[in-house]
Nanobody
Framework: QVQLVESGGGLVQAGGSLRLSCIASGSIFSINVMGWHRQAPGKQRELVASITRGGRATYVEAVLGRFTISRDNAKNTVYLQMNSLKLEDTAVYYC?????????WGQGTQVTVSS
């Protein structure tokens, strides 16, 4: 299976921006939907944004208008541009996909938003 490695997390002030990258070890062209999820301390992992092979994106309401997901199938990479970050965006962010009923995740990248 395709392995995923996230990067781009860090510490940022509220209102700032970060761009997360998820690089796959192989082709993602055959993966219909790629997603970014996040897990805050003490909370369940939640889907933040997803994107189809053709580029159709969906977002959870909490990030609508602030986050943008994109994918470059030629580079086997999925991105998450995060703008106007809020304290509540603090979490570990994971890139993932599901195939044949099994979820695959990267190791995650920490995003911390400070006041």
């Amino acid at each position: 299976q395709v392995q995923l490695v996230e990067s781009g997390g860090g510490l940022v002030q509220a209102g700032g921006s970060l761009r997360l990258s998820c690089i796959a070890s192989g082709s993602i062209f055959s993966i219909n939907v790629m997603g970014w999820h996040r897990q805050a301390p003490g909370k369940q992992r939640e889907l933040v944004a997803s994107i189809t092979r053709g580029g159709r994106a969906t977002y959870v309401e909490a990030v609508l208008g602030r986050f943008t997901i994109s994918r470059d199938n030629a580079k086997n990479t999925v991105y998450l541009q995060m703008n106007s970050l809020k304290l509540e965006d603090t979490a570990v962010y994971y890139c993932g996909y599901t195939t044949f009923g099994t979820d695959y995740w990267g190791q995650g990248t920490q995003v911390t938003v400070s006041s």
